[in-house]
Antibody, heavy 118, light 108 residues
Framework: QVQLVESGGGVVQPGGSLRLSCAAS????????MHWVRQSPGKGLEWVAV????????YYADSVRGRFSISRDDSMNTSYLQMDSLSVEDTAIYYC???????????WGQGTLVTVSS | DIQLTQSPSSLSASVGDRVTITCRAS??????LAWYHQKPGKAPKLLLY???RLQSGVPSRFSGGGAGTDYTLTINSLQPEDFGTFYC??????????FGQGTKVEVK
Protein backbone atom coordinates (compact mmCIF):
# COMPACT_ATOMS: atom_id res chain seq x y z
CA GLN A 1 0.00 0.00 0.00
CA VAL A 2 1.01 3.63 -0.42
CA GLN A 3 3.04 4.77 2.57
CA LEU A 4 5.00 7.85 3.57
CA VAL A 5 7.30 7.80 6.60
CA GLU A 6 8.95 10.96 7.90
CA SER A 7 12.09 11.07 10.01
CA GLY A 8 14.73 13.51 11.16
CA GLY A 9 12.78 15.58 13.66
CA GLY A 10 14.16 16.53 17.02
CA VAL A 11 15.16 19.39 19.28
CA VAL A 12 17.35 22.14 17.84
CA GLN A 13 18.48 25.53 19.12
CA PRO A 14 17.35 28.76 17.48
CA GLY A 15 19.54 29.46 14.46
CA GLY A 16 20.23 25.78 13.96
CA SER A 17 19.56 23.42 11.10
CA LEU A 18 17.76 20.14 10.59
CA ARG A 19 17.06 17.90 7.61
CA LEU A 20 13.83 15.97 7.42
CA SER A 21 13.33 12.89 5.26
CA CYS A 22 10.19 11.34 3.82
CA ALA A 23 10.55 7.74 2.65
CA ALA A 24 7.92 6.65 0.15
CA SER A 25 6.76 3.18 -0.80
CA UNK A 26 3.91 1.50 -2.66
CA UNK A 27 3.88 3.80 -5.70
CA UNK A 28 6.12 5.11 -8.45
CA UNK A 29 7.74 7.95 -6.54
CA UNK A 30 9.25 9.64 -9.59
CA UNK A 31 5.76 10.25 -11.04
CA UNK A 32 4.56 12.47 -8.21
CA UNK A 33 5.11 15.94 -6.80
CA MET A 34 5.75 15.90 -3.08
CA HIS A 35 4.73 18.45 -0.44
CA TRP A 36 5.68 19.35 3.11
CA VAL A 37 3.02 20.71 5.47
CA ARG A 38 3.43 21.72 9.11
CA GLN A 39 1.20 22.04 12.13
CA SER A 40 2.24 24.09 15.14
CA PRO A 41 1.19 22.67 18.53
CA GLY A 42 -2.54 22.97 18.89
CA LYS A 43 -2.82 24.94 15.65
CA GLY A 44 -3.99 24.44 12.09
CA LEU A 45 -2.25 23.28 8.93
CA GLU A 46 0.27 25.37 7.01
CA TRP A 47 1.62 24.36 3.61
CA VAL A 48 5.44 24.71 3.54
CA ALA A 49 6.90 23.58 0.23
CA VAL A 50 6.41 21.51 -2.91
CA UNK A 51 8.75 19.91 -5.43
CA UNK A 52 7.46 18.80 -8.82
CA UNK A 53 7.76 15.20 -9.99
CA UNK A 54 10.69 16.03 -12.26
CA UNK A 55 12.39 18.46 -9.91
CA UNK A 56 11.83 21.43 -12.19
CA UNK A 57 9.45 23.32 -9.93
CA UNK A 58 10.08 24.30 -6.32
CA TYR A 59 7.74 26.56 -4.41
CA TYR A 60 7.82 27.74 -0.80
CA ALA A 61 5.58 29.47 1.70
CA ASP A 62 6.63 33.06 2.37
CA SER A 63 7.35 32.12 5.99
CA VAL A 64 10.16 29.71 5.02
CA ARG A 65 11.45 30.98 1.68
CA GLY A 66 15.19 31.54 1.80
CA ARG A 67 15.63 29.33 4.87
CA PHE A 68 14.14 25.97 3.81
CA SER A 69 15.04 23.89 0.78
CA ILE A 70 13.10 20.96 -0.65
CA SER A 71 14.75 18.21 -2.67
CA ARG A 72 14.24 14.62 -3.74
CA ASP A 73 16.22 11.49 -4.53
CA ASP A 74 14.17 9.28 -6.83
CA SER A 75 16.70 6.45 -6.52
CA MET A 76 15.94 6.37 -2.78
CA ASN A 77 12.22 7.17 -3.13
CA THR A 78 12.79 9.96 -0.63
CA SER A 79 11.84 13.62 -0.29
CA TYR A 80 13.89 15.95 1.89
CA LEU A 81 13.33 19.26 3.66
CA GLN A 82 16.50 21.10 4.65
CA MET A 83 15.67 23.66 7.34
CA ASP A 84 18.19 26.38 8.20
CA SER A 85 18.09 29.45 10.45
CA LEU A 86 15.38 27.85 12.53
CA SER A 87 13.35 29.96 14.94
CA VAL A 88 10.92 29.06 17.71
CA GLU A 89 8.09 29.81 15.28
CA ASP A 90 9.18 26.79 13.22
CA THR A 91 8.28 24.42 16.05
CA ALA A 92 5.71 22.06 14.58
CA ILE A 93 4.88 18.59 13.39
CA TYR A 94 6.08 18.33 9.81
CA TYR A 95 4.14 16.09 7.43
CA CYS A 96 5.05 15.05 3.94
CA UNK A 97 2.21 14.45 1.51
CA UNK A 98 1.88 13.24 -2.05
CA UNK A 99 0.11 15.23 -4.73
CA UNK A 100 -3.23 13.65 -5.61
CA UNK A 101 -4.66 13.27 -9.11
CA UNK A 102 -5.46 16.96 -8.86
CA UNK A 103 -3.67 19.39 -6.61
CA UNK A 104 -4.95 18.05 -3.30
CA UNK A 105 -2.82 15.99 -0.90
CA UNK A 106 -3.15 12.24 -0.57
CA UNK A 107 -1.85 10.44 1.37
CA TRP A 108 0.03 12.06 4.25
CA GLY A 109 2.81 10.63 6.38
CA GLN A 110 2.49 10.29 10.14
CA GLY A 111 4.61 13.39 10.78
CA THR A 112 7.84 14.19 12.60
CA LEU A 113 8.11 16.71 15.43
CA VAL A 114 10.56 19.59 15.23
CA THR A 115 11.12 21.59 18.40
CA VAL A 116 13.18 24.78 18.27
CA SER A 117 14.18 25.77 21.77
CA SER A 118 17.16 27.05 23.69
CA ASP B 1 -3.44 34.47 -1.23
CA ILE B 2 -6.88 32.92 -0.91
CA GLN B 3 -8.19 32.88 2.66
CA LEU B 4 -10.57 30.15 3.82
CA THR B 5 -12.89 30.68 6.77
CA GLN B 6 -14.61 27.71 8.35
CA SER B 7 -17.68 27.81 10.56
CA PRO B 8 -18.34 26.85 13.18
CA SER B 9 -14.94 26.58 14.87
CA SER B 10 -16.26 23.77 17.02
CA LEU B 11 -19.43 21.81 17.54
CA SER B 12 -20.83 19.06 19.68
CA ALA B 13 -23.38 16.65 18.27
CA SER B 14 -24.92 13.31 19.08
CA VAL B 15 -24.51 10.02 17.29
CA GLY B 16 -26.96 9.93 14.41
CA ASP B 17 -27.13 13.70 14.00
CA ARG B 18 -26.62 15.45 10.70
CA VAL B 19 -23.69 17.88 10.86
CA THR B 20 -22.79 20.61 8.37
CA ILE B 21 -19.54 22.54 8.25
CA THR B 22 -19.10 25.58 6.02
CA CYS B 23 -15.97 26.82 4.27
CA ARG B 24 -15.98 30.29 2.71
CA ALA B 25 -13.22 31.40 0.36
CA SER B 26 -12.06 34.99 -0.05
CA UNK B 27 -12.58 34.64 -3.82
CA UNK B 28 -14.13 32.09 -6.15
CA UNK B 29 -12.27 28.77 -6.29
CA UNK B 30 -14.23 26.92 -8.95
CA UNK B 31 -14.83 23.78 -6.84
CA UNK B 32 -11.06 23.29 -6.31
CA LEU B 33 -11.65 22.36 -2.68
CA ALA B 34 -10.70 19.36 -0.58
CA TRP B 35 -11.84 18.28 2.87
CA TYR B 36 -9.64 16.44 5.38
CA HIS B 37 -10.33 14.76 8.70
CA GLN B 38 -7.69 14.71 11.42
CA LYS B 39 -7.98 12.69 14.61
CA PRO B 40 -5.83 13.67 17.61
CA GLY B 41 -2.22 12.59 17.17
CA LYS B 42 -2.82 11.43 13.60
CA ALA B 43 -2.17 12.79 10.14
CA PRO B 44 -4.97 14.40 8.14
CA LYS B 45 -6.90 12.05 5.86
CA LEU B 46 -8.51 13.08 2.57
CA LEU B 47 -12.29 12.81 2.57
CA LEU B 48 -13.46 14.69 -0.52
CA TYR B 49 -11.92 16.55 -3.44
CA UNK B 50 -13.32 18.74 -6.21
CA UNK B 51 -15.78 19.93 -3.55
CA UNK B 52 -18.07 16.91 -3.83
CA ARG B 53 -16.13 13.86 -4.98
CA LEU B 54 -15.75 11.19 -2.32
CA GLN B 55 -12.29 9.71 -1.94
CA SER B 56 -12.14 5.94 -2.34
CA GLY B 57 -12.82 4.13 0.90
CA VAL B 58 -14.50 7.08 2.64
CA PRO B 59 -17.96 6.29 4.04
CA SER B 60 -20.89 7.59 2.04
CA ARG B 61 -22.28 9.48 5.05
CA PHE B 62 -19.76 12.20 4.09
CA SER B 63 -20.81 14.54 1.30
CA GLY B 64 -19.75 17.90 -0.04
CA GLY B 65 -21.34 20.69 -1.99
CA GLY B 66 -21.20 24.31 -2.92
CA ALA B 67 -19.93 26.58 -5.63
CA GLY B 68 -18.12 29.87 -6.12
CA THR B 69 -16.92 30.94 -2.70
CA ASP B 70 -19.16 28.87 -0.39
CA TYR B 71 -18.78 25.16 0.27
CA THR B 72 -20.14 22.66 2.77
CA LEU B 73 -19.16 19.34 4.27
CA THR B 74 -22.10 17.31 5.57
CA ILE B 75 -21.93 14.25 7.75
CA ASN B 76 -25.19 12.34 7.63
CA SER B 77 -25.73 10.24 10.73
CA LEU B 78 -22.67 11.19 12.79
CA GLN B 79 -20.72 8.20 14.09
CA PRO B 80 -18.50 7.92 17.22
CA GLU B 81 -15.37 7.64 15.06
CA ASP B 82 -16.09 11.01 13.39
CA PHE B 83 -14.60 12.99 16.28
CA GLY B 84 -11.63 15.18 15.49
CA THR B 85 -10.95 18.25 13.38
CA PHE B 86 -12.08 18.86 9.81
CA TYR B 87 -10.15 21.15 7.46
CA CYS B 88 -10.97 22.55 4.05
CA UNK B 89 -8.19 23.31 1.57
CA UNK B 90 -8.19 25.23 -1.70
CA UNK B 91 -6.06 24.28 -4.67
CA UNK B 92 -7.46 26.77 -7.20
CA UNK B 93 -4.89 29.55 -6.90
CA UNK B 94 -1.56 27.96 -5.98
CA UNK B 95 0.98 28.37 -4.60
CA UNK B 96 0.32 28.77 -1.80
CA UNK B 97 -2.09 26.00 -0.93
CA UNK B 98 -4.21 27.29 1.95
CA PHE B 99 -6.34 25.65 4.62
CA GLY B 100 -9.26 26.74 6.72
CA GLN B 101 -8.62 27.12 10.43
CA GLY B 102 -10.41 23.86 11.22
CA THR B 103 -13.68 22.76 12.80
CA LYS B 104 -13.41 20.59 15.89
CA VAL B 105 -16.18 18.03 16.18
CA GLU B 106 -17.08 16.40 19.48
CA VAL B 107 -19.38 13.43 19.54
CA LYS B 108 -21.61 13.51 22.62
Amino acid sequence: QVQLVESGGGVVQPGGSLRLSCAASGFIFSNYAMHWVRQSPGKGLEWVAVLSYDGSGKYYADSVRGRFSISRDDSMNTSYLQMDSLSVEDTAIYYCARKGRDNYFDPWGQGTLVTVSS
Amino acid sequence: DIQLTQSPSSLSASVGDRVTITCRASQGISNSLAWYHQKPGKAPKLLLYAASRLQSGVPSRFSGGGAGTDYTLTINSLQPEDFGTFYCQQYYDIPPWTFGQGTKVEVK
